[in-house]
């Protein structure tokens, strides 16, 4: 697989990095050593880890003996599980502390890594032993989840090629190369452009409407740099307020451009242009689907998702564009009103659209969100997290210690009530500038059965909020509460799973049109009353959320909710689009994305928008010829909520947080995580098949009948 001479190289420079106790890499023992890891450990590690996981390969090859789960599944899992648990914790220190040294040894092992996956799902020999355990005896004694995880292994190994010819095989593992270094390109890019730009303002009262809080950190950050007045830059704990509240109609249109034409050629430095990096990767997918026997990516895309075909995901998206737009429309044209007749404006262009609607909110629902915010303080807002999950599932969460990659990470237990430990989580809420933006969750640890034990599941959560200021505690805008709750759903589908199966345990072998289910379903909570009056403390007053307020948040809860729903449209049929029939070679992108934009969108975007250059969910993520997902699982999401929703209306006294319905979720769908088809987990909770009116009503998007 990977030449000895990649291999050696480095073992041979420094010959104690290979040691486990001297490369923190290498220990297995326990947790992560993060406070040991240094970018010198990583080559000397995954060359160690290759080379392990190769001879393993190499014996099973060998051995005559009939292929059994024992014999040869469970110590194959074994190998690629060490070399992916320090291959992710290499990646998860490259997106949240990320340096110039960090990034340049993990771009250099990137395509020896993305080499020996490659070549694991063409290896024939392996092929064949897994088919032959399918075909024996020995198949109809496996569990459940084994049978399910042998199934997904036959259908990988069809997918990276392993039924190619010689040559077509050594074509797709290039390709397969060459499309993880343009990602991490892709994400570079991003980032760097992001961290680059800068606007310092001298003036106070160009900064006119934009909260104290965010004031105070561009103050702040100025200072650090040596310059007079305010800095402000595209991290989102400082664009987006910026954006809703900034008086200065070109402060908003200068961020805004920036913003938009971040990795593009149109941005500040040239070196940044995702451009050619798009068109490129697009070609080498098509190629991928070619090569598989596929007419398009988002063919290959949808054999690993519950939708089969890309006709079926489009005209899935293109009817809720049918019944969402007349609603985005109406939104829209309220908008142009208000601005016109409350604010002087004959128009609104996309840089003003934010401000237009806090302003429009402000003035209908007689509240801001940075009214809303100062009761979101960071640490009732954990503290109600965990309650929800505590009442749900039957758990206890409680901070804990161990070794953390930065000061801002923390780190906590989750045991069930009798104290045995189920899983554990780290935490990382706040915005810095070597940390890639946006809010996820990645698995540290799996559940599995070893060595006669279970191994219990660790998952990172990670966010990108605005950190605490003046001595005060972090503060949450109720959007923030949201994606934390969403972020945290995807962790407990990760840590209460029950499956003891390794690659369908948790969220591992769940369709990517499914995985999205939990999170959207835990956002849910975030507009119910029993839960919100025991998360929020007024950060001055002490006060809890008044119900007056909570009253007007509900009443607000679908404002512009149809212009919202278009722009989620809007992105998912782009993604289709790109990945079903475009030719970069022939077809303009640009043209595109307006075509799209025309047909779904109601904002009137400027020609300089090139949204795609940043779009990290196609690009630099998982998401590519999947971005529907969100839309998808949001019917899942929805209907599964109302579950709870219709035992609140039985047992008032208990509201939504309903332990019985709780346990059934846990059982039915979070524990049983990748081990059997997510329809089937959905249907067993919920005794039928999802409902779209759920989805709709929780809009505001019911149509009249």
Known sequence: MTKESDLATPDLANP????????????????????????????????????????????LSADAAPASWENFITPLDNVNERLSRAWGVVGHLNGVVNSPELREVYNDMLPIITQYWTELAQNETLYTKYKAIRASEQYASLSPAQKQALENELRDFRLGGAELSVEKKARYQVVQEELSSLMSTFNDNVLDATNEFACFIEDESELSGVPEDVKTVAREAAMAEGKPGWKLTLHGPCYGPVMQYADTQALRARLYRAYVTRGSELGANAAWDNSATINRMLQLRHETAVLLGYKNYSEVSLATKMAETPADVIGFLDD??????????????ELLAFANAELHMPGVNAWDVSYVSEKLRENRYSFSDQELKQYFQEPKVLAGLFHVIEALYNVKI???????????????????IDGGIVGEFYLDLYARDAKRGGAWMDDAINRRMKNGAVQHPVAFLTCNFAAPVDGKPALFTHDDVITLFHEFGHGLHQLLTEVDELSVSGINGV??????LPSQFMENFCWEWDVLKRMTAHVDSGEALPRALFDKMIAAKN????????????????????????????????????AVRRAVAVVQYPDFNRTLHAFSHIFGGGYAAGYYSYKWAEVLSADAYAAFEEGSVLYPDIGVLNAETGAKFRREVL???????????????????????????????KLAA
């Open 16 to 59: 104690d990095l290979a040691k486990p106790l001297a490369n923190p890499l290498l220990d297995f023992s326990g947790l992560p050593r993060f406070a040991s890891i240094q970018p010198t450990h990583i080559k000397p590690a995954m060359n160690v880890l290759i080379a392990e996981a190769s001879a393993t390969i190499e014996s």
């Open 320 to 333: 809720m564009v049918i019944k969402a737009k007349s609603f985005a429309e109406a939104d829209w044209k």
């Open 398 to 416: 409680s901070a804990s210690n161990t070794e953390v990659w930065h000061s801002d990470a923390r780190f906590y237990d989750v045991r069930n």
């Open 511 to 516: 369709e990517w049109d499914a995985v999205e």
């Open 559 to 594: 404002f512009q909710a149809g212009m919202g729903f278009v722009r989620q449209l809007e992105f998912s049929l782009l993604d289709m689009r790109l990945h079903t029939g475009f030719d970069p070679t022939r077809d303009s992108m640009h043209d595109l994305v307006a």
């Open 671 to 701: 524990g049983r995580g990748g081990s059997r088809p997510a329809m089937e987990s959905f249907i067993a909770f919920r005794g039928r098949k999802p409902d779209m009116e759920p989805l709709l009503r929780h809009n505001g998007l």
